[in-house]
Every structure is written in structure tokens, then in C-alpha cells.
């Protein structure tokens, strides 16, 4: 590969990087919300054929990290056709920081630990994922985890009203 032809493939290698969105989904341990929202959004992205957003989740905590997500979870986010099986459980990392273009908290409480990690500059980065839900009645994700199956649900029917407002904020930013 001649030097001319092989600037203008690293130039095109890094407007591609520039182009990909990356959004990392967070809360405590990464087995219920987080892995739940990462799900939420890739189908939804999946099935209006976006393939120029990364979607990875995360815990402030590092109670599971290998862990698939809660079976409840998974059972829930099944019957509506949304696959969590290939998911497994992982803490946040300083990386990471640097690497998403948003991350997107459940909670106050996993908001106030990211920002007590974040690097200086990277602020902006951190929301609460419900911030996309338009017609929002809560601010956050409640956590499902001591609650019964209704709480997953409740879960789901939260993410996918914020995942359609978090699409069209990736469709106005536009490739």
C-alpha cells in the first residue's frame, strides 16, 4: 500500500470512528436495569436498521461482574421479544469515561457515583436515561431486584419509552 492510499485509509478509518455513536446504560450491578436498557436499544436500533451506534452497559458496582443478567430480567425482556442471554454483567471502568459518548444512569444514586468518577471535561457526557423519555411520569428506573415480576415490567415499559426519545436524539445527530 502506497503512503498516499494508506493516509486516506486511516483519514476514512477515523471519520468512521467520529461517525459511530457509543452509549454505555448504567446502575448498581448490571444484571437488571442496565443490561435491560442495553436490550431495549438494540433492538429498537436493529429494527429501524441504525448500525452506526455502539450500546454496551455497565455497573457501579462489581458485586456480578461475570453474571449473566437476573433470569427475571431475561424472561421479562423475552416475551416481548427483546434478547438479554448473551449479556454478562461488568463494572464500570475509568476507560470508559472516554470511550461512550453519553452514559446513561438509572438513578440519582449510580448519577452521583459517575460523577464522583468522571473525569474533568467528560461531565456533560452523564444523564439519566429517562431524560429521553418525553412524556416521562418518573424520573429514573426504579430497581427491580427485591420486587416481584411486575417491577421488570415496569422496568421495560420505562426503557422503551425513553429508547424512542434516545433514537431520535441519534437520529438528529445525524452520521
Wanted: some cysteine; overall charge negative.
Amino acid at each position: 500500500m502506497t503512503i498516499d492510499r494508506q493516509s486516506a485509509t486511516l483519514a476514512s478509518l477515523a471519520l468512521t470512528r467520529r461517525e459511530l455513536m457509543r452509549i454505555l446504560f448504567v446502575c448498581m450491578g448490571n444484571i437488571c436495569r442496565s443490561p435491560s436498557a442495553e436490550g431495549v436499544f438494540r433492538h429498537l436500533l436493529a429494527a429501524h436498521g441504525i448500525d452506526t451506534v455502539e450500546v454496551d452497559s455497565a455497573g457501579t458496582h462489581d458485586y456480578h461482574v461475570g453474571d449473566p443478567p437476573d433470569r427475571r430480567a431475561v424472561a421479562a425482556a423475552a416475551r416481548r421479544g427483546i434478547d438479554l442471554s448473551g449479556l454478562r454483567a461488568r463494572s464500570i471502568e475509568p476507560e470508559d469515561f472516554e470511550r461512550f459518548d453519553l452514559i446513561l444512569a438509572m438513578d440519582d444514586d449510580n448519577l452521583r457515583e459517575l460523577r464522583g468518577r468522571v473525569p474533568a471535561g467528560r461531565e456533560r457526557s452523564l444523564r439519566l436515561v429517562m431524560e429521553f423519555a418525553d412524556a416521562a411520569t418518573r424520573r429514573t428506573v426504579p430497581d427491580p431486584y427485591y420486587g416481584g415480576p411486575h417491577g421488570f415490567e415496569e422496568v421495560l415499559d420505562l426503557l422503551e419509552e425513553a429508547a424512542q426519545g434516545l433514537l431520535d436524539h441519534v437520529r438528529q445527530r445525524g452520521p
